[in-house]
């Protein structure tokens, strides 16, 4: 695949995966929507490879959101800004990470989300109950570099600026939009094994409200893929979705786990991606056209 760009290190990530998603993309797609935007893989990959004519990218995390749209619409001011705060770290690392994250937490500054993830253990983020960010730094790192910063948003903003549509909020709100033209990417919050909160992420879904959503996309037609469950080795993550949606499963193998190789296991984490009836009828087309354009070329030549 074409280099794809990028500026937020986030676990969770897609972008191991991107290829194999991608695959599954093979119709004109007017809009793609990611709807759980993250650190978006998909978008990105997306952009790169001319899949879609235009974006719609959403997070209700929003100071995100916000990074978003500063990395589309002013890619200097974030890199300014960046630049300040990864040179004033540079006398006392540790000390000045826990000032950024104190001044985050009042202010939701997208500059300094960026900053905390870049620097976080795992880049990955964690709120307490009061939605304060609470992770904390990795001390054998700095982060990723301002220039770094600088040359990858720069190359985002090119990509996808007036190409794209940014929202701080919920994913239902934006894809009410879509049509059997376009095509929703959506990774959701895993849903966990225990039922407890899952501390990754500011916000978990209601499995039942996404069924229902989900619902709703089939009596529309619109094409959707939705990554959901994961096992690795012995552990399985998330439950299957009600045969009623009448959904394809996909299991792709994201390699081995970062946790599985700490400790020396050769666990596979394998994720599932389900792919709706509407898309699959597109891709169905799809490979019928291409066969009959291909029959056709036979009784052509003879
Ligand atoms: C698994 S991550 C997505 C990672 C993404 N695929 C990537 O490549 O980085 C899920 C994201 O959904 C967001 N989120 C959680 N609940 C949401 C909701 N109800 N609506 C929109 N976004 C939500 C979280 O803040 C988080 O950024």
């Not at 990074?67 to 006392?92: F, M, R």
């Not at 976080?120 to 982060?143: E, M, P, S, T, W």
Request: charged share 25%; proline share 5%; hydrophobic share 35%.
């Amino acid at each position: 695949m074409i280099n794809v760009p990028h500026v937020i290190p986030y676990q969770g990530s897609k972008r191991k995966l991107a290829e194999d998603i991608l695959s599954f993309m093979s119709f004109d797609i007017n809009t793609l929507y990611e709807p759980f935007v993250g650190s978006g893989a998909i978008t990105l990959a997306s952009a790169v490879n001319g899949k879609a004519k235009k974006f719609v990218v959403a997070d209700k995390l929003e100071p995100l959101a916000e990074l978003w749209k500063l990395i589309i619409d002013n890619p200097e001011k974030l890199v300014s800004e960046y630049s300040i705060l990864w040179n004033e770290q540079l006398d006392d690392p540790r000390g000045y990470f826990n000032k950024v994250r104190i001044d985050f937490n009042k202010t939701k500054s997208p500059s300094k989300l960026l900053y905390l993830i870049a620097r976080c253990v795992k880049n990955a983020i964690r709120f307490n109950n009061n939605g304060d960010f609470n992770q904390g730094a990795d001390h054998r790192r700095l982060g990723l570099k301002p220039e770094k910063v600088q040359k990858e948003a720069n190359q985002i903003s090119n990509l996808l600026r007036n190409k794209i549509s940014v929202v701080a909020g919920d994913f239902r709100g934006v894809i009410s939009s879509a049509t059997e033209n376009d095509l929703i990417y959506m990774d959701p919050p895993w849903q966990g094994t225990s039922g407890k909160k899952d501390p990754r992420y500011a916000f978990l879904l209601n499995i039942d409200e996404l069924i229902e959503e989900l619902h709703k996309l089939n009596e529309r037609n619109v094409p959707y893929m939705l990554s959901f469950d994961g096992t690795c080795g012995d552990k399985s993550y998330g439950g299957d979705l009600p045969t009623s949606l009448d959904l394809f499963k996909v299991e792709l193998n994201a390699g081995r786990s970062s946790q599985a190789t700490l400790l020396g296991r050769d666990d596979v984490t394998i994720e599932s991606l389900y792919l709706s009836p509407a898309l699959m009828r597109k891709e169905v087309k799809k490979k019928i056209k291409k066969t009959s354009k291909q029959y056709d070329f036979i009784e052509e030549g003879n």
